[in-house]
């Protein structure tokens, strides 16, 4: 009954039921809270699977509300599986609204990059108000298969933006642990475990003395939850043996399946430390040769995002005699492989503390965080072929960019009462 076949736009077997104004119509008396239980059993099941295949998620999350029988299709796997790959994919921006200081997302549309909606985080759910506080800074962990992870303090959040559902983390092994007390939370990472169809959180803790600094050598451990299990659970002895002395990025660089930390030690220096979330062991990638010999003289830093599906990495260089940066862009073609490395692009010169990188679209086009004035932060496309610019529409404070695909997962899958 669920199939995609052909394009990934295309449903198989209901293409060609309902012209389009049909199924307008009919989608409008589905949504009706007044419908009346016998006329939905009157409606043929593939018609109604048809129709909800085409709801945007707004209207989904209504028909949930329905009765029950809408409910479990619409929260079935198969039909979650079968939406998630015929909807868009889109560009999510977290930021803080100047106007409202609230916290909010924006979806841009991943063809043209059009703002699609704009919403405060965790709207139309009861932590609304434990996020949305202007003096409270919240960041996104990682963003995968349509769960979003946000951090407030020492508060971790998993939220579906579609279904507007939302669960609060429970406090890992270490800090609910006396015994643990000496460690302290200092790198997190969010993914989503494909191989067991599960969402992890990773959190990388390391000892610290009594004097409250990092005990050296340094002794780290490694704690994941699992949102099937709903969980914590230790990993003793994975993380790699190397002396790691910094991080320069307190959340992973999310790709998914693996996420990645700019860590340094005595027999790598600077070099990628990524951990595989489906297989729960560490990989390292030494960096390339050009780039370390570069950054010891001070005037380079380094900084890892995604370029398409593939770990990328912004090797930042100064220029100091002419007061200019530039960002040359590395792309990794393989984890644990030193020469997989593929320098792809360079994006600048800017004038010194200039724009940031915020990621790619449409392979080499760049998304920049310029400075608008003041506090305000605006959101631009830039085609470094052309130098060719494009204001997003997006103005606001604490800027992070994420690639996002709409998923009708629950994370608490609880039915409302109310249904017939």
Known sequence: MYGVSGSEHSVSGFEEIFVFKEIEKLVQELVMMSISKCKMEDLPKELVISILLRLPAEDLRRCKGVCKSLYSII?????????RKIRNSYILVKYEDLISSKH??????????????????LSDTPLMDSMSSKDRVVKVVGCCNGVVCLRRIDMYVLW?????????????????????????RREMGFGFDPKNNDYKLVSIQRLFGDNRRPVRPCQQEVEVY?????????????????????????????????ISWLVWNAEYGEHVMSFDISNEVFI??????????????????????????????????KDRKNQTETHNIWVLGEYGVKESWTNLFTVGPFKLLGPSISGFWNNNKVLLEVDGGGCRHDLILVDPSIRKIKDL????????????????????????????
């Not at 929260?75 to 939406?83: A, L, M, N, Y």
């Not at 909010?104 to 985080?121: G, K, M, P, R």
């Not at 659970?233 to 399946?257: F, H």
């Open 284 to 317: 390292t990638t030494p960096l390339p040769p050009f780039i370390i010999e570069s950054s010891s003289d001070g005037n380079c830093r380094n900084s890892l995002m995604f370029h398409n599906a593939s770990l990328a990495l912004d090797h930042y260089v």
């Open 393 to 420: 529409d997006i103005h606001g404070t604490s800027l992070q960019v994420f690639n996002y695909q709409e998923n009708l997962v629950q994370i608490n899958a609880t039915p409302p009462i109310n249904l017939f």
């Open 226 to 258: 699992s949102l099937k299990a709903g969980c914590w659970k230790l990993l003793p002895g994975i993380i790699p043996t190397c002396d790691i002395m910094s991080a320069y990025s307190v959340e992973g660089c999310n790709g998914g399946e693996m």
């Open 75 to 83: 929260t079935s796997r198969p039909f979650i599986e079968v939406r």
């Open 160 to 184: 579906n933006p579609a279904t507007r559902d939302a669960k609060i983390i429970p406090d890992g092994l270490y800090k609910s642990n006396p015994d643990k007390k000496m460690f302290q």
């Open 104 to 121: 909010v997302i924006s979806l841009l549309c991943d063809e043209t990059l059009e703002v699609v909606y704009t919403q405060t985080i």
